[in-house]
């Protein structure tokens, strides 16, 4: 009798760890911003993006700053199972864009592959385009989002009172969305969540300049983040000034860990989930 209470004792437990094996496989890290496209790849982007099952990285999107790089982005979402693509024209490449353009985002935001309108916005640290050509730009691409029913990628720099002006004059946040790479107060942050829209953090939580960021962090719920790279940009420490990619991320987890008083696993677990509901994909995979 001791045997068979044994034995079953024994079939249990392995399909309990079978069970914990296929929980820790399918949790992974999904880097929700990045640029694949970029010539930093050229000499080793399939193998990368191959590699990314191995390390840990389970989705990616790369994102679209004008239209050349949402055509390579959608082609990148095509060719691999792991990538999506987010199609949009950044507000520096604003000052060429014209009607047929708009035309060919709705176009295309048709495909599978994408899940987002970006990355949009304003950056007044270059002096061009004009604030208000940008404006003109960020609200019609607002509303091809609105109309196409896609999420939204904002690109925010030293824009934060404009940026939150449209967005609430517009009603945008009733996409959704996400502040990329965020590096405005806590408050603000705060503000953007209430909305229902993720900050996106990356390498910059690692950064000794980056105090501002890890407050946010600290401030807001695990829900709220996402993570991402903006690679090739923004490596996080100890390598910064190198070429950023997906398989960095776990430094960025781990920092997040640290602030949070969490294990790591959760921290992806979580931020995981939130780029699934970001990008809407629940359930699609």
């Not at 024209?89 to 985002?105: K, S, Y």
């Not at 002096?127 to 609105?146: C, D, N, S």
């Amino acid at each position: 009798m001791e045997s068979l209470r044994f034995s079953y004792r024994t079939r249990i437990c392995r399909r309990v760890r079978k069970y914990a094996d296929v929980k820790e496989w399918i949790t992974m890290i999904f880097d929700t911003h990045s640029h694949y496209d970029d010539k930093a790849f050229d000499e080793d982007r399939e193998e990368l993006i191959s590699s990314f099952g191995d390390k840990g990285i389970g989705s990616v999107v790369t994102v679209g700053a004008d239209i050349a790089t949402s055509k390579e982005a959608l082609a990148l979402a095509g060719a691999h199972k792991v990538v999506y693509a987010a199609i949009g024209v950044h507000p520096t490449e604003t000052g060429g864009l014209a009607d047929a353009d708009i035309d060919w985002l709705r176009a295309h935001s048709r495909d599978e592959k994408v899940v987002a309108i970006g990355e949009i916005g304003l950056d007044y640290h270059w002096k061009k385009p004009a604030p208000g050509v940008q404006k003109i730009w960020f609200k019609r691409q607002i509303a091809l989002a609105k109309e196409v029913n896609l999420p939204i990628i904002y690109h925010s720099r030293e824009a934060a009172e404009d940026t939150m002006k449209i967005i609430c004059d517009t009603e945008a946040f009733e996409c959704g969305g996400v502040i990329h790479c965020y590096s405005y107060s806590k408050e603000m942050a705060e503000e953007y969540v209430r909305m229902g829209l993720f900050i996106g953090v990356g390498g910059v939580i690692t950064f000794k300049n980056g105090r501002r960021l890890k407050e946010t962090v600290e401030a807001l719920p695990l829900e709220s983040i996402v993570l991402e790279t903006d690679c090739p940009y923004l490596s996080p420490e100890p390598e910064r000034g190198s070429r950023n990619d997906s398989t960095k991320l776990d430094r960025v987890v781990d920092e997040i860990a640290r602030i949070k008083g969490m294990a790591r696993e959760d921290v992806i677990r979580v931020t995981e989930q939130n780029a699934k509901k970001l990008y809407r994909l629940l359930g699609k995979e």
